[in-house]
Nanobody
Framework: QVQLVESGGGLVQAGGSLRLSCAAT????????MGWFSQAPGKEREFVAA????????DYADSVKGRFTISRDNAKGTVGLQMDGLKPEDTAVYYC?????????????????WGQGTQVTVSS
């Protein structure tokens, strides 16, 4: 079992920045990717960003490219999401997730482990 705990959410004005962090504990797989997803009220969970085991390969949703940066620290078992240039439409609960395998999927159903989520609210 893998446990994921997110932190760093909050309220920020449009144009501001937040940094989310997710810590993975427990029996982590030998090879796994980590991703971030967002879910706004009444909407489905959407892909935001993902990073492979080495941290050298990343993928982003078009809506966040150039504004968000994902990174991971395997020594600490953490993944971060630096969110700059935030927009009101970025308001959502953000979830950290783990994909077990070699790939870097951008859809929620591929991810097996999930955190409890952290709220990000961007005011206009």
């Amino acid at each position: 079992q893998v446990q994921l705990v997110e932190s760093g959410g909050g309220l920020v004005q449009a144009g501001g920045s937040l940094r989310l962090s997710c810590a993975a504990t427990g029996r982590t797989p030998s090879r796994y990717a980590m991703g971030w997803f967002s879910q706004a009220p009444g909407k489905e969970r959407e892909f935001v960003a993902a990073v492979d085991l080495s941290g050298g390969r990343t993928d982003y949703a078009d809506s966040v490219k150039g504004r968000f940066t994902i990174s991971r620290d395997n020594a600490k078992g953490t993944v971060g999401l630096q969110m700059d240039g935030l927009k009101p439409e970025d308001t959502a609960v953000y979830y950290c997730a783990v994909y077990v395998g070699r790939g870097l999927p951008n859809f929620a159903s591929a991810y097996y482990y999930w955190g409890q989520g952290t709220q990000v609210t961007v005011s206009s």
